[in-house]
């Protein structure tokens, strides 16, 4: 090689241009400044987006010992921070909460040195999300509590509210319904403080959901329309399409609880029309994740009026997209279909589709 490129100098200058540009285009530089640190997690963070986490990761690990080789600065810690804590968001969505959990933590230590409260409080959100995701609820209402009092030395209204409304998520994931309403509703009450309408419409919706699993449903009624009037005036097409899909779950709860079939009859049509409302709107969008929800749901809801070839009909369509999109919750689909079979005296289509759920929960459980 040393022999070919004395003899052709050019060539060899061409060679070394090429290989140069090749490395810059990876994010291989030598320069750590805070732009080139932030395109190098975007490209890492295209690689999430695109299916290639892996890919993602290695890049992200690159940039961490690259850092890591360099002097401690109050520069290169910030930035060794925000890769530590997009790492940990990556390693989230891949599904590997421990590694996830090592790098918040090593963020959440970098933002404490540095004395950046807001930041810290952001960490200790995500190493509580974690903690719950591992079902160490204890552990996790801890890391809350840390970090709604950094919220509070850095007097960001906005982060207490969002960090409440987490515990309160919390609470409810727990069954402890009362609580969850009233960290939701203090919650509401900062959004409203610093006039952030999107966090609040969002946080009525979160609140009357809650209110229906605690069976206030007149409560429930009454949030759902103050999201409902917001996502008017905001005109924010994704939620008014979730406020009709809870709206119509909504009346489906109030037709259960109907005391003759007339009324019950009628709630479940409107609960119908409310869903199909709401699947307008996400197939206008192409949310397919939406989608497969409002099939679902339509599903259930003709089941109960008893039109079994139209709850068929629907659970199909959302067997498709679930499976189409991988998602976890398709063992639900399996489980309903199974009851749908059984019901008409399809023993053996009841066993395979209970087969399939079995499979699926089996798979889940593997992966926790």
Known sequence: ???????????????????????????????????????????????????????????????????????????RDQQLAATFGMLATVYRQLGRTEVALAAAERELTLHQVLGQNREAANALGMIAELLTQQRRYGDAEARYADAFYAALTAADYGLQAIIMEKQGLLKRRQEFHLQAVLLFREALTLFQRQVDKEEEMRLWDILATTEVQQGDLDAAELSYARSLELAKHLDAREQLAINAQNVGILY??????????????????????????????????????GTEASYFQLGILYWKLGEPEQAEKYLLQATNLSETLKLSKVYKNYSVLARFAQSRGDWEGAAQWQARCDAKVAELHQRT
Request: contains cysteine.
């Open 1 to 75: 090689m040393i022999k070919v490129a004395s003899a052709n100098p050019g060539r060899f200058r061409r060679w070394s241009a090429a290989i140069a540009a090749w490395m810059q285009s990876l994010g291989v530089r030598n320069n750590l400044d805070d732009a080139t640190c932030s395109d190098l997690r975007d490209q890492a963070w295209r690689f999430c987006v695109r299916g290639e986490g892996e890919k993602g990761v290695t890049a992200l690990q690159d940039l961490r010992g690259r850092l890591e080789a360099r002097r401690p600065t109050v520069q």
């Open 252 to 289: 489906q709860k109030r037709a259960e609880k109907a005391m003759d079939v007339e009324t019950q009859v009628a709630l479940l049509q409107e609960a119908i029309r409310s869903i199909e409302k709401s699947l307008a709107i996400k197939l206008e969008m192409d949310n397919t994740v």
